[in-house]
Structures are given as C-alpha cells and as structure tokens.
C-alpha cells in the first residue's frame, strides 16, 4: 500500500476494494497527483510566510529564559547565623513556589502567541466514486482534495498582539508576585529581629530589676520595710510573663518565614544577628512618579488596556470574510478506447470560496463587547492607581512617623530615662524616695528601649513596603 505524507504526518487510506488508491500502474498517482497537490502545498507554505515574525513578548521570555536557568541552578544559600537578608530574599526568589507559578503562568502565555499567529489547518480530503462516473476519457474512480483557509488580511496579526499583550500583563503580574513577595521576607525578617531585639531588653530589665530587688533587700536587714522588696518580686514576675511571651512567638514567625521560603513549618531558624537599617531621604514628588511610571500593577493594567484596544480592531475584521483555496484532482480510469483522445486524463480544479458575515448582529455585539471590556480596563486602571497612591500615602506617614519615634525615643527619652534612673536608685539608696519611684523609673527605662527597636522595625517595614509599592528600590 502507497502512504500519501503531508506535513510530516502519514495518512494511510485502506483498501476499500480493488480500486480506491492504487491503480494497476504503481507509479501513475504519483506521476499524476503529486505535482497537482504541491502546487497547493507551496501556495500554504508562501501564506504562512506572510505572517509576521516573533512578537516582542516572545523575544522577551527567550532572553530572560537562560537567565533564569543560570540562577536556578546555582546552590542555595545556606541560612544560619551569619547569613543577611539578602541571603533570605536570594533563598525565596528560588524556592518560593507561588513565584514560580507566577512564572509558569507567564511562560504558558508566551505560547499562546504563536498559536494565535498560525494559519488554520489545511484539509486534506478524498473522495471514491461509489459508482464511477462515465465519460469520455473513463471513468471517474476517485477525487483528492487539499484547501487552505485564509482569515481576513491583518487578522492574524491582531489575534497575535492581543496573546501578546495578554503575556505582557503575564509577565507584569510575575515581577508584582515578585516585589511582595520580596516585602514579605522584609517585612517578616524585620519582625524576627525586632523580636530577638525585644527578648533580650525584656531579660536585661529583670537583671536589672533583680539587682534593684538585691538593693531593697540590703535596705529591709537596716531595717527599711519589706514593701521594696515584694514590688521588686512582683514587678520579677510581670516582666518573667513578658519574656515568656515573647519567646512563645518565636515559634508563629519562624514558621511564616518558612513557609515563605518553602521550607517545613519546623525548620529551625536562628535569630538574625544583623539587620540593614537605612536612613534615606524621601522625595514624595519622586515616589509618585515613580509609581505611575514602574508600578507592574498598573503595568499590567496598561497591557490589559491596549490588548482590548487590538481586540476591538479584530471584532471589526469580523465584518469582512475569510477565504479559502484549494485544488480538487480527480482520479480517471482509461477510455473503453484506448485511443480516444487524452483516455485517462485526469481533471483538475481550483476552488475559491469565502464564508458569508451575513449575522451582523453577531458581530455588533462582538464589537460592543469589546468596547465595554476596554472601558473596564480604562477604569480598573484608574481605581487600582488611586488605590495604589492612597497605600504609598499611608506607608510614607508610617515611614516618617516611625523616624520621628526614633529621633525621640532612642535618641531623646532613652538616655534621659536612664539617667532618671541612675538617679532615683541613688536617692532610694539615701532614703530620699520609696521603691515605687524606684519602679516607675525602670518601667520607663523598658519601655523606651522597646519603643525605640519598635521604631527602627516600623521604618524598615515601611521603607519596604514604599519599594514594593513604587517598583524599585530606594536608595541611601
């Protein structure tokens, strides 16, 4: 049996009888078929040339893609007491695995563009005479047939910017995942030094709230009262419950960061000895142009914007037909009289046709569809940039507000509180003032110094947040 191959794919046509694809010469169909049915497949090849090249979307994913592969393979960082936070933001962007969905989202949208660029499938067809039919040259055995479909000019080349541009706002929403997922480290990270910061104050007041108790102590065997003493054990045992509730929470942040860095919930994680802290300048007028112009929430609406643009341009081609050619060769046995003029000749035919848009309103509806999408895009972009410059609004307050804590507490408050303290355990020591002064003065003390890492953690949380926010980082 002969197999007819077209585009690398064999057709095998059975054996219906004695007569439905191989004649009594071997080489006849060959000699007679296959150049018809090539000039129809070069007419295919020449109109697929005619659609454009690599859309900038597909350039893109392959320029980013060896990129990719060089950082994925390299070795993880290994996370312990000395490693930065840059080595947590390096250990996320590798194994955080709702970025690579991100990232495999936008891959997939990468290969919806060439599928919308290529030209429908050609149809091959074939025919048998169930009763051949007569005529002068032969009989009429059997028919082949190959058309191309072709959609109306520029159509293609739209239903390809419109994937493109859907793989634009893919990728947009990849870098987005990206920034918060880089905030979140920050912000989580933040939170795990402050609180590391806020065990070890708490334990350095009960120390010095124990020597406190030990002076009160030396002052009840002169004979002072006992008061100073229970205070000083009673104040022991609220500042022992803080500690205790401190490091109870370690457990809860170790496990957000874990399961940020797709590592088990148990993980252990030591405590982070260093942390950035940055003093930077912050220009409004800068971080709201940089919002508007390198925000990929907004970027992702801008492509969102434009691909309803090209679609409204497509539902416009609807208005007009596609076509088709093809070529029909039928199949014609010998004349009853071998020497009957062109006995056995074989006819071939050039088909043209279009389909009919005679359903008007169908594609009225199509084309106010994409209308009322665009205006949906216009507007989501719109609110989502007004909630956007609302949340920068917000996180530059905290930014200010958190440096002006520091100024005050750290710099102002904490070292006047020690000195009120240095003062008043002399002027306990003299007799001059009751235990309870003695107290205050220490609480004072406590709560500055956590107010003061409170402080310094809200401004680096906030510093994050603005950089997630404006698509950038902020530098010093």
């Known amino acids: 049996m002969h197999i007819l191959t077209f585009r690398n794919k064999n057709l095998s046509i059975p054996k219906f009888g004695r007569r439905l694809f191989i004649r009594s010469s071997s080489h006849h169909w060959k000699r007679k ?22 859309n900038k979307a597909i350039e893109q994913g392959e320029k980013f893609e060896p990129e990719r592969t060089q950082v994925t393979s390299a070795h993880l960082p290994e996370l312990n007491d000395q490693s930065s936070l840059s080595d947590y933001l390096a250990y996320a962007a590798l194994k955080n695995p709702g970025l690579e969905a991100s990232y495999n989202l ?38 082949f047939g190959l058309s191309q479909s072709f959609p109306w000019f520029g ?26 997922l880089f905030y979140e480290v920050k912000n989580t990270y933040y939170e795990y030094y402050y609180l590391d910061r806020a065990i070890a104050i708490t334990d350095d007041n009960i120390n010095l709230l124990k020597h406190l108790e030990s002076v009160a102590q030396a002052k009840s065997k002169a004979g002072a009262p006992l008061s100073g003493v229970i205070q000083a054990q009673v104040e022991l045992g609220k500042l022992d419950d803080r500690s205790r ?90 004349a009853l009289n071998p020497t009957t003029p062109g006995s056995g000749k074989d006819p071939v035919s050039a088909v043209f046709a279009v389909n009919l848009p005679i359903w008007r309103g ?17 507007n989501s972009r719109i609110n989502q940039e007004n909630l956007l410059e609302t949340d920068l609004k917000m996180a530059l307050y905290r930014y200010n507000d958190a440096k002006r804590k520091i100024d005050l507490f750290r710099d102002t408050l904490t070292p006047e509180a020690e000195q009120s303290l240095n003062i008043t355990e002399e002027a306990y020591r003299a007799g001059d003032v009751d235990f309870l002064n003695l107290i205050d003065a220490q609480r004072l003390l406590l709560e500055f110094q ?15 947040e603005i950089e997630m926010l404006v698509g950038r980082s902020v530098s010093p």
Not at 155 to 179: I, T
């Open 106 to 143: 936008w891959q997939a949208a990468l290969q919806k563009v060439p599928q919308a660029k290529s030209l429908p499938n050609p149809k091959l067809s074939y025919g048998v005479f169930i009763r051949e039919v007569e005529t002068r040259v032969g009989p009429q055995e059997q028919k």
């Open 450 to 464: 956590l107010s003061a890492e409170r402080a310094l953690t809200n401004r680096e949380q906030s510093l994050a």
């Open 362 to 378: 169908k594609y009225k509806a199509e084309l106010e569809e994409a209308k009322q999408r665009h205006n949906a895009a216009l």
């Open 33 to 54: 078929l296959l150049p018809r049915l090539g000039l129809c497949g070069l007419a295919v090849m020449l109109s697929s040339a005619t659609v454009e090249g690599k």
């Open 245 to 334: 509730t401190l490091n109870a929470l370690r457990g809860p942040i170790v496990s957000r960061i874990n399961a940020i860095l797709n590592r088990p919930f148990d993980a252990p994680l030591p405590w982070p000895r260093t942390a950035p802290f940055r003093e930077v300048v912050l220009s409004e007028a800068q971080l709201f142009s940089w919002l508007r112009e390198l925000s990929p929430e907004l970027k992702t609406l801008d492509h969102a914007i434009t691909k309803e643009e090209k679609a409204i341009e497509l539902a416009k081609k609807d208005f007009y037909p596609d076509f088709m050619l093809g070529v029909d060769y039928v199949d014609t046995g010998s």
């Open 155 to 180: 159509k293609l080349r739209l239903r390809g910017d419109v994937a493109a541009e859907a793989a634009n706002a893919a990728y947009q929403k990849y870098q987005s995942k990206k920034l918060r």
